[in-house]
């Protein structure tokens, strides 16, 4: 069963004044005003800065660490740092390829082989060493960089806003990401043991940060190495609030990849500081949106969400409400052959484990719970409609059609919708989008999930590299765009390149395997399987994941064969 630790104290400032709240306090410390860096044209120059000389770490009682946030930044200037990462199949390992813009002239250059290992970002970016009062070392570790973290601009003169996405993706299937950081921007790099606590009792401790030497000569960056005085201030008694909860898998992976529809009974917690920053997997409050990888410094101040503005460049966003059309389609349904349409395609499922009935499920039994993702290749979004007739227990459901310049030219009737009452969902399903079934070795169906009816949402970005991929989709948030139960319509939108991951905490997300024989057996997720919803191809909508069970009644395991060179149990 997946296990789960809490991270405490968000509610209340756990750092210094001065740590990094706006990145435009430091502006002079931009590369561009280092007259010792030779500015290439189209070549981003990247250097690494702190904000502040000193922060201050809560360790709350009953933690048993801290969370090493140190409020450095890799600032970026004369051309944007672009990076296109990408895998061909899950058979391929994941390439990096640096995109370099020189006005109208674009050229690339491939990273070395191994650079990066998946989506998160760049492996052991960051070193840092920690010395106590005495001056001995205490801490020797390396961080992730993650180009798409909370960032904001180095000066009034860099782009209002940054057009790149606004988190890394760990979804453990992901095939393509776009990393970015604008021109006279700079990204938190704080992301050291993000999610490990470092054991540092109460006291003063001095921090070093560098960048890697392999990455200083891949990007042309300084050596600089900022060193930030840290206190680590104990906590005690209620101070430590209790937002912010995480999860891990039995081997200590996450659980939301990058976002997802989970933890049951966590309703009203959206966007909740700590509540699965893009850079790793969740998890979210019940179907809270993936926000932006924000540093702690933000997080503890409450500021997780403001968003871009006067005294604030954190560069997070709250999504906006999604409004369906005025009033239900008429005339003749249908669309134009040729117009765009989504791709709707399954991904594997992962997280899969044995669980004992929690979240609704009948207790003494075995549940095989898992998380699974839909997600839309394109070209077009896909956008469904619910109308609902007054006093009607259900929304009749349109499928909407749009041109090339984003017209509206066609619509088609897609089932329905229906109000899950819930905890952890409540909100409109739609309920023809996916459907998931356990098959025996030779694939004739044993169990069928309870799980038939979704809220549509951009969770995780699956492909930003494919057609018309939305690097900002608007429906993160699904207390925006799932509906009330007083609402009488409701739009649910899944845009391109982004999918819908629905976790094992999910009411419903598990297959009830009590009695069934040890052996191999296969999770089944099918996108669209009634064929309601029109696409450019039902060819790619079934995915199977195998699975071997054992144990006994009371005690079952689970075995996860890797998907080539993906092992994601």
Known sequence: MTRQHHR???????????????????????????????????????KLIAASKSVILDRYEGNSGVYLDLGTYVTVDNAPLELKVTRKSYKDPVVATQILRNGTKTTTRTLPAGTVKDFSGLTGFLEVSIKNAAGVEVRKTQGAFCPNNASGRLRPDAPATSHYPESCSTNPFTLGSVWGVEKGWASNSSTVDYDAPVDLAPGEYTAKVSVAKKYRDLFGIPNDQPTIKVTVRQVTGGEGGGVGLRSSTPSGGHTAHGGGHDMAGMEGMEGMPGMGAGHHHGPRGADAPTPSALSHALEARGLAHLGDGAGHTDGSRIAPALKAAAARPTGRAGAPANVPKPDLRSLPAWDIAVTDGEDGDAPGKDYLAFSANVWNAGPAPLVVDGFRKPGAELMDSYQYFYDAKGKQVGYAPAGTMEWDPRTGHEHWHFTDFASYRLLAADQHEIVKSGKEAFCLANTDAIDYTVKNANWHPNNTDLSTACGEQNSISVREVLDVGSGDTYTQYRPGQSFDITGLPNGTYYIQVIANPANRLQETDTKNNVSLRKVVLGGTQGARTVKVPPVDLVDAP
């Open 8 to 46: 405490k104290g968000l509610t209340r400032a756990a750092f210094a004044a001065g740590a990094a709240l706006t990145v435009v306090t430091v502006a002079g410390a931009a590369p561009g005003a280092d007259a010792a860096v030779a500015s290439t044209p189209g070549k981003p120059q990247l």
